[in-house]
C-alpha cells in the first residue's frame, strides 16, 4: 500500500526549515507534506510541481485554496471528472472521478521554487505512488518540472521527450500515456501563456485519448 511522506518528513533541509518557520507564522496551516488526493484506483494521474504556502500548505490537500487550483479544479468538474462544489477546503465534499492529484515535491518551497535534490528525494513518493495505482492510463502533467519528475522516476531520457503544451508523449515501456500542459498557475494565466481555453482543450484530450486506451 503507498503511503504519503510522514508529516515529519526530513529529506530536505531547505525545506524542514522552512516548514518549521511556516509553523510559527502560521500555527493553524497543515504544515506538512501535503498527501495526494484521489483514488488510488483511478486511471489519471494529475502531477503539479508543490504546494503553494497558502493553498494546499494551508488547507492540506493538493492545489485547494491556491489560484492553480481555482483553474484545475471547476475544468475538472465541467469535464465529468469531478463532482460537487469545489469550495477552497479539504472537507468541502468535492470528489474526484476517475483522477487523482499529487505534486513532484510534497512540502511548500520557499518563493514557490524547488530545487533539485528536493525533486529526487520526493520522486521515491511519486515513483511509489505510480506503482500504487493499478488502472493508471495517463498522466497530465502541469508544467517542466512535473513532467521531467515523471521521466526521471519511470527512467526515461528527458531528452527524448521535450516538454511543450498539449503535447503527447508515449511511454511504451509502462504503457502509459503522458500529456503536457503549462501550470494552472497565476502567473501563467495573468500573462496569458495560459487560458482556461487552452487547459480546457488539454483536459478534453485527456479525455480523448483515455476513451481511445
Do not use: W
Not at 498527501?35 to 488547507?59: C, H, R
Not at 535534490?117 to 495505482?133: D, F, P, R, S, W
Not at 508544467?143 to 526521471?152: D, E, I, K, P, R
Amino acid at each position: 500500500m503507498f503511503e504519503c511522506p510522514d508529516k515529519r518528513c526530513k529529506m530536505c533541509s531547505r525545506l524542514l526549515k522552512f516548514r518549521a518557520n511556516n509553523e510559527v507564522k502560521f500555527p493553524s496551516y497543515y504544515n506538512a507534506p501535503v498527501p495526494s488526493f484521489g483514488d488510488l484506483n483511478a486511471e489519471i494521474l494529475v502531477v503539479g510541481m508543490a504546494p503553494g504556502l497558502n493553498g494546499a500548505n494551508q488547507t492540506g490537500r493538493p492545489f485547494t485554496n491556491d489560484y492553480a487550483g481555482d483553474v484545475l479544479y471547476p475544468t475538472l468538474l465541467k469535464a465529468g471528472l469531478a463532482k460537487g462544489t469545489y469550495l477552497k477546503k479539504k472537507n468541502d465534499g468535492f470528489e474526484l472521478i476517475n483522477v487523482r492529484v499529487t505534486n513532484a515535491v510534497r512540502c511548500v518551497p520557499p518563493q514557490n521554487k524547488v530545487e533539485g535534490v528536493e525533486i529526487k528525494n520526493c520522486g521515491t513518493y511519486l515513483q511509489k505512488e505510480l506503482v500504487a495505482m493499478p488502472n493508471l492510463r495517463l498522466l497530465l502533467v502541469l508544467g517542466g518540472v512535473a513532467h521531467g519528475a515523471v521521466l526521471s522516476v519511470l527512467g526515461y531520457k528527458k531528452a527524448d521527450f521535450k516538454f511543450a503544451h498539449e503535447a503527447v508523449h508515449h511511454l511504451r515501456n509502462h504503457n502509459l500515456i503522458m500529456v503536457d500542459s503549462y501550470h494552472t498557475s497565476r502567473y501563467n494565466v495573468n500573462t496569458g501563456r495560459l487560458t482556461f481555453e487552452m487547459f480546457e482543450s488539454v483536459v478534453a484530450k485527456v479525455k480523448e485519448l483515455l476513451a481511445r486506451v
